[in-house]
């Protein structure tokens, strides 16, 4: 055999595993960041989702009494919500609630319930 091969070898193995690499740990960084986008995602929709839920139960509270406690709270699998309604200015009561996540986050909104038409009219959530 010749001795002349000149080190061909170890730098194109060295650059194929230097490109293996960098896809790999580009394809990982990925996948991470994917599953934080739907860890994150998920928690909005459930906080939503419970915002919701209240919403619909004072509501029916309206529909079947029409009279809202000046407190109260809906209890949920990963957390609790609590309201608490003002004193009605005409047709417009205004409800305000609070989210408390097991996890430790909380969130409120606020809703403008018509009593004529036992709706929500209007929502405001802060952070």
Do not use: C
């Not at 580009?26 to 919403?55: A, M, P």
């Amino acid at each position: 055999m010749r001795n002349n091969e000149h080190g061909f070898t170890y730098p194109l193995t060295l650059a194929v595993l230097i490109l293996f690499l960098l896809l790999f740990s580009f394809r990982v960084e990925q996948l991470l960041t994917e599953r934080k986008l739907v860890h994150e995602t998920n928690l909005i929709l459930q906080e939503e989702y419970y915002f919701h839920s209240s919403v619909k139960k004072v509501e029916e509270i309206m529909h079947s009494g029409g009279v809202i406690p000046s407190k109260g709270t809906f209890t949920y699998l990963k957390g609790t919500v609590g309201f608490q309604a003002d004193i009605p200015i005409g047709t417009i009561q205004k409800i305000n609630f609070t989210l408390r996540m097991h996890s430790g986050a909380t969130l409120a909104g606020r809703g403008f319930f018509d009593i004529s038409s036992k709706k929500m009219i209007k929502w405001i959530e802060f952070y």
